[in-house]
């Protein structure tokens, strides 16, 4: 994740920008809280776009991201449903498999029935999901073998990996001097990061959709949300500060399904951060 906020660091640097109010959705949220960790003092503000979890995306458990296998088993690369990623490397454009990019697309980034689509916009979303390159310098990434349920481990390739919990721990922000002023916004429909997310292995296990679960004592779904807002109820115990937004009804692009309330929440946290901070 280091490596995409140093991308934005050289950015900022390169646009001659003092400090900046940053805005990063699902896995970009990651990427936002690695930058104010490493430069705090360039971050004005902070807006979480249904963040991935700070602990990362699978292989954890509890409010406090307590890993549940060293080798972070069922998060990483393996992770990743093996039809959806054979239909982006095949380019399918339709939706007669439920694991079609477009099927994806109206089941998951989105809630059900959540977004009308114009069929040319939808067509244009279609075409970005189908621009992602696969295998395992891409998406979803290698993987290893697991002796812990489900048997899969993260590798060291691909951006799956980026998120496994081996790698990805962003939950010191309450630790931080300088606290910026955080907006936290999600869809209480969002399948994707959710306390019972539909793509964690755990959580799917439970559902029995994943053969050999062990069990919730041994490996309970991850609390997605749970764990944000125990990370953020830290930080504002801290001394810093957040606001959250859910949006009924809405999954996992709150700035798609719903872009005016959307843009309304992050100009008034824009807003707030300008009053208390001054322009920058």
């Not at 890993?67 to 454009?93: H, K, M, W």
């Not at 189908?130 to 489900?150: I, K, V």
């Not at 969002?190 to 292995?201: C, K, Q």
Request: net charge negative.
């Amino acid at each position: 994740m280091r490596d995409w906020a140093d991308d934005v660091a050289a950015l900022v640097e390169a646009l001659g920008i003092g400090r900046v109010h940053l805005v990063g959705w699902s896995m970009g949220a990651a990427v936002v809280l690695q930058h104010l960790l490493d430069a705090p003092e360039r971050v004005a503000s902070v807006a979480l776009v249904a963040p991935v979890s700070p602990y990362g995306f699978g292989g954890t458990a509890g409010p406090e991201g307590r890993r549940l296998a060293e080798d972070g088993a069922g998060s990483g690369g393996g992770a990743a449903n093996p039809e959806f990623v054979a239909a982006l490397a095949a380019g399918d454009t339709g939706d007669g498999s439920p694991t079609s990019p477009r099927s994806i697309l109206r089941s998951f980034y989105v809630a059900p029935g959540s977004l009308p689509l114009d069929p040319a916009l939808e067509d244009l979303f279609v075409a970005s999901m189908l621009s992602t390159r696969t295998g395992p310098d891409h998406y979803p990434g290698d993987s290893a073998a697991s002796p812990t349920w489900p048997g899969v481990a993260p590798g060291e390739r691909g951006v799956l990996n980026t998120m496994a919990p081996t790698v990805l721990d962003v939950s010191g922000i309450d630790a931080l001097a300088g606290k910026p002023p955080v907006l936290w916004v999600r869809g209480d429909a969002d399948a994707i990061v959710s306390d019972t997310s539909l793509f964690d292995l755990a959580h799917l296990g439970q559902l029995g959709a994943v053969p050999g679960w062990p069990g919730a004592e041994v490996c309970p779904p991850q609390p997605m949300v749970a764990q944000t807002r125990a990370v953020l109820e830290r930080y504002a115990a801290a001394g810093g500060g957040y606001r959250e937004v859910v949006l009924p009804g809405v999954g996992h692009s709150p700035h798609v399904e719903r872009p005016q309330k959307f843009v309304v929440a992050l100009l008034e946290h824009l807003g707030a951060a300008e009053t208390s901070t001054g322009p920058r």
